[in-house]
């Protein structure tokens, strides 16, 4: 079965052009108090899918490891600068379509502004559910299509699209947003429990964000954001699910290595040959260079 295709963000300088340049101090400040609400203090190992170039990493510091996985491996790069070479962190270059690690590893997993970019995102979830443990905590943060303004555009006929129906709707080329509903019953139908819901980025409004300093606004979101347990117009929600209980579950392995599978064969017993991983089960080459593990494309 071919994969969905990817938004591809190879070389974009989206850290810099979109959060440090373009205006966006309130939604980063925002979303870390959402995160710090949902985030379990202390954990052994998170899978932060989507990670690009790792703003919202240092905000697992509990977390004994961290596994920072990004399609692109210049968004993983400076990810690296952001956060450096050390135990801590694992780079992994991967689709969220096609994971490298086993089944049940995880006790944690965040994917922020990332659901955004599947076309298929009941898959892309059933990825993630697959590489938890049951128990497992996941915050999904994903664009709202029942959002405030989208609702007053459709309802003085200024888009055609209507909110309150469940499919996504792709606004832009591989940019999709969706009903706070349909996600709940993705969701649920892969097992998770929703344990909170908040709403996030009440004030994106340019004149807003101009006329009130970050933190001031940033504060005020987080006074509504416990309403998303009622009603979500806001155009970010974050949803932190938990695993149930019928997934395996694995001892976290000390090493990496014995943290992947191969994701051409399902192969559980990689080998380090130095500059690359063989699978022995299927002779896939997967590249390790820079200090990230490749697993996007066999090497030739
Ligand atoms: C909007 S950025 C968000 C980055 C980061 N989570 C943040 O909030 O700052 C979306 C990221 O998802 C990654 N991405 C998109 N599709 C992907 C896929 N299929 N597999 C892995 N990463 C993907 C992109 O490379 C990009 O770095």
């Known amino acids: 079965m071919t994969n969905p295709p990817i938004c591809n963000y190879e070389g974009s300088d989206y ?13 980063d400040r925002a979303e870390a108090i959402a995160l710090k609400r949902m985030l ?3 954990g052994k190992l998170m ?10 990493t240092p ?22 600068e952001r956060l450096g070479r050390s135990d801590k962190y694992i780079y992994v270059a991967a689709d969220v379509y096609r994971l490298p690690f086993l089944d049940g590893l995880f006790d944690s997993a965040t994917m922020i502004r990332v659901l955004h970019h599947m076309a298929d995102a009941p898959r892309a979830l059933a990825q993630v559910r697959n590489v938890l443990q049951p128990g497992a905590v996941f915050i999904l943060e994903f664009a709202n299509k029942l959002n405030f303004k989208a ?3 459709y309802l003085i006929g200024k888009q055609k699209w209507s ?8 606004f832009v080329e591989l940019n ?6 349909a996600v709940r019953q993705w969701l649920a139908g892969l097992g998770f429990s929703i344990e909170k819901t908040l709403t996030v980025s009440h004030f994106r409004l340019g004149l807003l964000k101009r006329l009130i300093p970050a933190g001031l606004l940033a504060a005020l979101d987080g006074l509504f954001q416990p309403t998303g347990a009622l ?12 695993m149930g209980g019928e997934n395996k579950q694995r001892e976290i392995p000390l090493e990496v290595l014995d943290l992947f599978k191969c994701p051409e064969c399902g192969g559980e017993d990689l080998q380090d040959k130095t500059d690359h991983l063989l699978c022995p089960s299927c002779q896939s080459r997967w590249a390790a260079h820079d200090g990230i593990y490749d697993f996007r494309e066999t090497m030739k």
């Open 231 to 242: 009603w979500q117009f806001t155009p970010s929600v974050f949803v932190k699910a938990k």
């Open 163 to 170: 909110p309150f129906t469940l499919e996504p709707v792709e």
């Open 151 to 153: 609702m007053m555009r």
């Open 59 to 80: 905000r697992y510091a509990g977390f004994e490891r961290i596994v920072v996985l990004d399609y692109s491996t210049t968004q993983l790069a400076q990810a690296q």
């Open 15 to 27: 850290q810099k052009s979109f959060w440090e340049q373009g205006g966006r101090a309130y939604e």
């Open 47 to 56: 899978l932060e899918l989507g990670a690009g170039a790792g703003r919202n």
């Open 40 to 42: 379990p203090k202390f």
């Open 176 to 181: 999709f947003d969706f009903h706070p509903k």
